[in-house]
């Protein structure tokens, strides 16, 4: 942990998705909640992004965000002028912008290294997003504990994780004519999934395809983490949790489901507003960090 003096704060890194930066921006509230904003938070992300989330913030949230650009050149991630983010990405753009994530290291680096410089601050924590691990290695190098927070749930990630890290490998390419159905090793009661449920890329993936390659070097990655938070909660997602604390031997904690407040804020999905209006008051009770990820950050 780091020895400088100075308020303590937690970097999140999310990728360049509101699909990611939403979520992440909901925990990093709900954990300035519940400590009564004795953290602060140091969020990381691209130009535009960090211009639109800097609008977003109340005007009590401006001492306790630190928000922060990472460098970022388009050309060099081989995207549109002005693209920092897949609000207006093809799909195969967006994959190229997740597959060349790794450039963003070095910057990432000299920002930990910064914060590790400074007296203002005293960072305790590193919290990544799924297509970022590579950052465990930052943090390390560091001595600072990191964890990987997926947006999404246990369960359906866990089966993704499978699929990927078996389907490739197999001898034959699956045939989605005849309904075949493959059984997903590793959960309880083995259940399965029909071929027809599985997307073509995944079909008809190979060991040596693009995807497989990244997919699996990310997943290889993530073993790197020292704990990972899922946006879900227990009670009903323990099989996908469950699933990764065996296939990763690692600690998993459930931190959902945080949503974000749209009600007051300005900030914006791809120039939308949300199209589903949560009413956050009816999942505050499941909104609580695991008593044991407190303890590690206060550590």
Known sequence: MSTAEGRRTIVMFPFMAQGHILPFMALARRILQQTRHSYTITFINTPNNITKLKSSLLPDETSTFNLIQTPFSAAEFGLPPGSDNTDTLSMPLVFHF???????????????????????????????????????????????????FNAGGGYGMAVLHYLWSTL?????????????????????????????????????????????????????????????????????????LEYFRESMNKPVWPVGPVLEDFSNRSYERGGKRPGINWDSSAVTSHLILDPRLRDIVNN
Do not use: Y
């Open 98 to 148: 997740v597959e060349n994530s790794h450039l963003f290291k070095p910057g990432f680096e000299k920002i930990i290294s910064d914060i590790r410089k400074t007296r203002e601050l005293s960072l305790v924590c590193i919290i990544s997003d799924m297509f970022f691990p590579w950052s465990a290695e930052v943090a390390h190098e560091f001595g600072i504990f990191h964890a990987i």
């Open 168 to 240: 490739p490998f197999r001898d034959e390419i699956i045939d989605n004519s005849n309904e075949e159905e493959i059984p997903i090793l590793g959960f309880p009661g083995i259940p399965r999934i029909r071929t027809t449920h599985i997307s073509e890329g995944l079909r008809i993936a190979r060991s040596n395809s693009t995807g497989t390659v990244f997919m699996n070097k990310i997943f290889n990655q993530w073993l790197d983490c020292d704990g990972f938070l899922f946006n879900t909660v227990k009670e009903f997602d323990n099989k996908g």
